[in-house]
């Protein structure tokens, strides 16, 4: 009654759930104040007064006044009673609202095991992308390290399912074939289907917390509960049954809150306020597709904040503490779950995979059996090393003894993603100085040391000049020229510019396997070895360009590191001194996401039978 922001609507007078008349309601909000101002030092009236008949009994007393309404003897008592303590049969009639919730919760979350379990395992085959999300599944049981463009939480839960049923990740999931004897494939896909069952739950509790009256939420969950594609969706081992549940989490959170938006800082809502930044975090650790949910979050947040603002009423400490706390619950709390979805992610896939290329050398190092262990740390003239491009898809430093078709006619120098001799150079110095070839006389390359490349099959030098680049056409051709120290040529020089260390107790700047990366500069020109991230002709098998940057772009297209190194004069590398930080993983893994998530467009050559239109949508042809 003293609470300016209180809606008095007749459906607000009884919260059927909690069980409070609107006087107890009234006390509670109060109460939550003061312990509000007890903690921003701000004066608030100790308790509010105790209502009037006509606050007490609107509907019954009409327009009359309060000092007409005592004419009206004990129908004005009983009122005044009311209001002021709640009687018997009204607290009867809560406590029976609060066991019919309960009841309803309980009817709707078997109604949905009965349609979500029933004959789940009657289809002994690998259907449709259970064939992706159960062999990914796999992948934590082997401990084996793949590339897929989801979050991991609902794989790794898919997996944990597998672990659960003993199974030994020796089935690979192919779509269509049958389950062998040892897989205990309707396990699987109950485990998935009991996230699918807590939907119609939540869309009750939501439509209660939004004030449906009981039936009509009760209607809401049995329309949640049979509806054919939710039950459909939930009975396969796929990541959706866990989005729709961590989603409909968000939403009934977000519902609790909005319930208890003018109870600030009570108990009840501090519960939804963390539920739903709980709900956040998982539902954007499944599937980024439920970043929706967090953007719906995000506008009612910004929507109350707002609202709060132009309370005059609010003052300045008040405001922080709303700010502080939605900024912990709602964006600290789910990048935490988050990035903790990562953290055992990387801890469960140690062993090298196919998903290795889309990490950087150093990651690939760390795991096992990957092959770019066991090498030296330190590099040496004479060295025979292969360079890495720090841009996705460019690959490893290639040449071959094809020639340009036109401009220089060298020798082709490209970017090549597989194994291969092609892939190896020496390092060497500058033409006319030799170098130490024992264990005394080694010579380590640091930062700023002017080196000279020489491709190992062909002995050709790497070198730019100033003629145009085949694609790129603004920048200079790098090509191989010359054999070794035979004609010597100021354009094969190159300068190392190390620009970042991973590694520690580096205090030389000595030029590191894996941990190193670096920019090379030609001499001649003043430009940077580049990867333009483009495909040369097929005259050079569609192999990645090359380029000497006359522009002098300073991205990631001009860093390189050293991947693989050989020499035997120089010990092996502690395997402590290769290590990827864990911040550097989670970003190049989630950059390497969003960049498989962007090619993911349909061929516009290729026929898709199951293909529709929006046109068709609402007569559903296909």
Known sequence: FTNPNFDFTPSNRICPLHAMSLFEYSAADGGAKRRMAKVTGESMPEASPPPTYSEACPLFTGDISDDEATSKGNAMKACQAKASRPDTALRQRNEWQLSQYWVH????????????????????????????????????????????????????????????????????????????????????????????????????????????????ALLAGLLVCFDNALCTISRFALLDAMLLCFTAMSVVSLSGLYKYRKQPFSAAWFKWLLATGVSLGLVASAKWVGFLAVALVGLYTLYELYDIFGQKEVGLTAHIWHWTSRVVALVAIPVAIYMLCFVIHFSLLYKSGPGDAEMDSLFQAGLQGSGLQNQPLDVAYGSKITLKSAHPGAGLLHSHTDAYPDGSKQQQITGYSHKDSNNDWIVKKIHGQGFGNTTDTIEFVKNGDIVRL?????????????????????????????LDGTYPDINDHWRVEVVEELSKNNPEQRLRTLATRFRLRHIGQNCVLRATGKSLPQWAWRQAEMVCDRRNHLDEKTLWNVEHHVNPLLPPAEPSQLKSPFLRNFVRLNLAMARSNNALTPDKDKFDALASSPQDWPIMRL
């Open 454 to 482: 020489v491709h190992e099959r062909t002995s050709r030098n790497l070198h730019s000049h100033t003629v145009a680049a085949h694609v790129s056409k603004r920048d200079w051709e790098v090509s191989g020229y010359g």
């Open 105 to 216: 919760i309980a009817v709707l979350t078997v109604f949905s095991a009965i349609t979500r379990f029933y004959k789940i395992g009657f289809s002994n085959r690998v259907i449709f992308d259970e064939a992706h999300h159960m062999g990914f599944g796999g992948k934590y049981v082997n401990h084996t390290f793949y590339h897929d463009v989801h979050p991991p939480l609902a794989k790794m839960l898919i997996g944990l399912s597998e672990a659960l049923t003993g199974f030994d990740g020796s089935f690979d999931f192919k779509s269509g074939s049958r389950f062998p004897a040892n897989v205990n494939y309707s396990f699987m896909r109950l485990f998935n289907a009991s996230f699918g069952v807590t939907l119609a739950p939540m869309a009750y509790a939501t439509m209660i917390n939004l004030g449906c009256s009981p039936n009509a």
